[in-house]
């Protein structure tokens, strides 16, 4: 009898235990005020565990003055990693010129950095060649950031809001000019997110 007893107390103690772990929240996972809009080519972004600011990269702008990443806050950032002979970065640069041209203001920039040796020139060639118009040029020729940032991966993008802080990011090209990701960015741009 005290067997029967002990079987039936440690399958109480199993269903609740069953029961207690149904009823508890799953795994967090990150929001920060950004999961509502992840939908279409979005959903493919990922999310920082915590937000954190841009690095302090130093890019240079066309006329070859230096600028800090973390300098650029105050306006919404598509920071966007990329190289000549990377033939996935060329299958996004016009999805970005078309973001740059939709949604590019003093609120918003799309910021398309080569990290080629070839360095401005290099970009102002490449983006030409590829009939590509609309994007500031941007350099690091060292390729320190591209390794800093995403291990090496081309294209990598980041999505800074306006406090300069990391919201999103992806590996990869993606089709930025879609619907939602004017969605995404207008909102960002608006201080919705």
């Known amino acids: 009898m005290a067997k029967k007893t002990l079987i039936v107390s440690a399958l109480f103690v199993l269903v ?72 996935p970065c060329r299958a996004e640069m016009h999805e970005l010129a078309n973001l740059q041209r939709q949604l590019g203001d003093d609120q918003f920039e799309v910021v398309a950095v080569n990290v080629d040796r070839s360095s401005i020139g290099g970009a102002r060639q490449t983006l030409k060649e590829w009939g590509v118009e609309g994007l500031a040029l941007y350099a690091e020729p060292t390729m320190k950031i591209a390794f ?18 990391v919201r999103a990011s992806y590996v990869g090209p993606l089709a930025w000019d879609k619907p939602e990701a004017l969605a995404l960015f207008s909102a960002l741009k608006a201080g919705e997110i």
């Open 16 to 87: 609740l235990g069953v029961a207690a772990y149904r009823l508890l929240p799953g795994p967090a996972t990150p929001d920060h005020g950004i999961n509502s809009f992840l939908t279409g080519e979005m959903a493919k972004l990922s999310l920082p565990e915590s937000i954190k600011p841009v690095s302090g990269h130093i890019i240079m702008r066309e006329d070859g003055s230096p600028v800090a990443l973390d300098e650029m806050k105050g306006k919404v950032l598509l920071v966007n990693l990329w190289a000549p002979w990377c033939a």
């Open 148 to 165: 800093d940032l995403a291990e090496g991966k081309l294209p990598t993008s980041f999505i800074v809001d306006k406090a300069g802080d």
